[in-house]
């Protein structure tokens, strides 16, 4: 068979041109632009998302900061304050959402006691006639026999021990003396708005018309722009954010206008098709005008081919996939890729600053927040008064790689669990990346020995925000992102304690299907890396690799909560997940860990217990982050101790870990900055 002879230049010309032009309507076709995107379809279960709410497959953008939603086994979910509320239904032509509350979905006795509250900026649940009913706890045995009817009375384990509770009308308690008398006396209680069409059936009542009021759920009616939105709406447009300030409303067009509403639609008659043909022709004018020069540039790059790379390897960055931002490398391999990225996301990218606008918002750096192998974070002030957290890498050597990793990969995610990158800034070797300021700092002061320690239900909550992050970032995006360095480190938290997962610099980008990640030697830090990460022997990294990371910090988190080491033998190993395994199993006293109550005894071992199923040797046997997640919000009583799989104790007393990621060709490697890998907390089993 006779070989294939080269291409003339001319042919090759045409060829780009050709792909170029073919570019636009695929382009189109992909549905990029932010109009098509927040134009889609998304649901969750029977539920259709529309601004302004947004989740996984439906980006911030399309929806408003304050509006997240998960979707949890088909059920979307809203977090208002302290509890999770199932959405029941929406309407966006009279702004109201039905919701109920996720903790008395099926259980009339949730721990701990919330009452039912809500942001009033946000929501506003006044004008529906709702009314209010109350269940109060640990009736038992207070005045004797209850004057209430026996159907008002629902049975509550309490400390362990059963006890009567009730519910009533809360709008009668003022007027029924007899009864409040009675109620008052009761432990605790709380109050939860029910649909008018309940309270008039009460009569007497029962459990059963209690349980169905309360996945009845109530309706509230959304504050988020109603106005703006209804005008966009009325225009052809699709409501959304500013996607570098999230608190601003934007009205994205079929013609990439972002403004109020779509100036070339008539909100009246929905004219504008004479300025659509207008549109049309231009652009075929532009369209032909770039394919003559297309056709001059690819004559001249083909006759200048060996002074320049081939043009094979043009093409081939022009048509880079935006799941893989790194270019290949070279002199000028940074450069291209913060371009690609650029021109991958479009007005979607995060906004790019200059170092004089960095100097500038920092006061030329006056305020240190922190350092670490990256570089320096510094506290920083935006022009609108926001204020910032910008982290100054050092003088990079690199093509550039793990800093546009990191912000392609945050830039592709938006999540409560997750920080929020702002802008980023690239002059030659000057980098750096703006992110919310978060004024409770990274997780790990509080974990040291001279910190102030977090009570065990800050401490529980904090371990399941960063849970729901990793399931985000696992499952959430279109692309898997594995972050592979999760450590207290990286977690950052934010004026109510919420964590927020950071630095992105050794993640990996991979299809949802792909179990395996393909990675260059092992990265991470030492005490934190997954075994599979520099042992390829035990299958390779993966997500679960982010699962064991994650298991070894919650085991840090309720080791910082011991006081004393009383039980510790000064001159034995420490292992700590051995000792923390023994307590479990054995059911141990945990009051040297600030466990003061039946209910921090609780949150504590189910701490302890999820931990070590993280970190089970084989990634096969750990569960996947979104089983983490249930573990930590189901029943306590349904957890079993796992099997004792976990790397036997070093050859030598741990350390606490460095906060510096490594990310080596060898594991030789590691152990010559480490000496030996050490566990991040250092606590001695008897």
């Known amino acids: 068979m006779k070989p294939r002879p080269d291409p003339s230049p001319a042919t090759l010309a045409i060829t780009v041109v050709l792909a170029i032009i073919i570019s636009f309507p695929v382009a189109r076709c992909q549905d990029t632009s932010p109009y098509d995107i927040c134009g889609q379809s998304v649901q969750c279960g029977e539920i259709e998302i529309v601004y302004p709410f947004w989740l996984s497959g439906r980006p911030q953008h399309c929806g408003h900061l304050d509006f997240q939603l998960s979707c949890r086994s088909d059920v979307p979910m809203v977090r208002l304050g302290p509890v999770d509320y199932r959405v029941l239904k929406t309407d966006s032509s009279i702004h109201t959402v039905t919701v109920a509350r996720n903790d008395l979905w099926t259980n009339n006795c949730p721990q701990p006691l919330y009452n039912t509250t809500y942001n009033t900026t946000l929501f506003n649940g006044n004008n529906f006639g709702q009314e209010e009913v109350s269940l109060y706890y640990g009736c038992q045995g207070i005045l004797g026999a209850s004057p209430l009817d026996a159907g008002y009375r629902f049975s509550c384990d309490v400390n362990q021990t059963q006890s009567d509770s009730y519910f009533y009308r809360t709008s009668l308690i003022n007027n029924d003396t007899t009864n409040s008398s009675f109620l008052v006396q009761c432990n605790s209680h709380i109050t939860v708005p029910v649909d008018q069409s309940w309270v008039n059936r009460v009569g007497p009542a029962s459990v059963s018309d209690l349980r169905q009021a309360l996945q009845d759920g109530f309706k509230l009616r959304w504050t988020a722009y109603n106005d703006e939105c209804d005008r966009c709406d009325r225009s052809g447009g699709r409501c959304g954010s500013n ?232 499952k959430g995006c279109n692309t898997r992102i594995v972050h592979f360095d999760i450590k207290p480190h990286n977690i950052l938290l934010d004026e109510e304690f919420v964590p927020k997962i950071s630095d992105f610099g050794l993640a990996k980008l991979c299809k949802t299907k792909e179990s395996i990640v393909s990675v260059m030697g092992a990265r991470g830090t030492a005490g934190y890396m997954a075994p599979e990460v520099f042992f390829k022997s035990l299958g390779g990294a993966s997500h679960k690799s982010d699962v064991y990371s994650y298991g070894m910090m919650v085991l840090e988190m309720t080791g910082a909560r011991k006081h004393n080491n009383t039980s510790v033998n000064s001159t034995s190993e420490a292992y700590f997940p051995d000792w923390v395994y023994k307590q479990v199993e054995v059911g141990g ?61 070093p050859a030598r007393p741990f350390q606490r870990t460095p906060t510096s990621s490594i990310q080596s060709s060898s594991f030789e490697r590691i152990s010559t900055v480490q000496g030996k890998i050490s566990l991040p907390f250092s606590h001695e089993a008897s």
């Open 243 to 474: 996607s570098t300030s999230p608190d601003q409303f934007v009205c994205y067009c079929a013609s990439g206008n972002f403004s109020a509403t779509c100036n070339n639609v008539s909100v009246e008659n929905g004219g504008g098709g004479s300025k659509s043909s207008s549109l049309g022709i231009v652009l075929g004018i532009v369209g032909a005008v770039i394919a003559v020069v297309g056709i001059g540039c690819g004559i001249f790059v083909c006759q200048q081919r060996k002074k320049t790379r081939p043009i094979k390897e043009w093409v081939k960055v022009f048509y880079q996939n935006p799941s893989s931002p790194v270019s290949p490398k070279g002199p000028e391999a940074a450069n291209d890729n913060i371009e690609i990225f650029i021109r991958n996301y479009g007005n979607l990218a995060p906004k790019r600053y200059k170092y004089s606008e960095i100097e500038k918002m920092t006061n030329s750096f006056l305020e240190k927040l922190g350092h670490g192998g990256y570089g320096s974070v510094y506290k920083g002030q935006l022009p609108n008064g926001h204020l910032v957290a910008v982290k100054l890498l050092s003088e990079a050597t690199g093509n550039g790689e793990d800093f546009i990793n990191e912000v392609a990969s945050i830039g592709r995610t938006s999540h409560v669990n997750i920080v929020t990158l702002l802008g980023f800034c690239f002059e030659g070797k000057k980098r750096a990346l703006l992110y919310k300021f978060m004024p409770n700092g990274s997780l790990d002061k509080f974990l040291r020995g001279d910190g102030s320690h977090l009570d065990w239900n800050t401490l529980f909550q904090i371990a399941k925000g960063i849970a729901r992050g990793l399931e985000y970032l696992h």
């Open 589 to 649: 006293d945990l009051e040297d860990y600030g466990v003061t109550s039946e209910e921090e005894e609780e949150l504590a071992r189910k701490m302890m217990i999820v931990s070590l199923w993280c970190i089970q040797s084989n990634p096969s046997d750990r569960p996947s982050i979104s089983k983490v997640v249930e573990m930590l919000e189901g029943s306590f009583e349904l957890l079993q101790v796992p099997p004792r799989r976990f790397e036997p104790s």
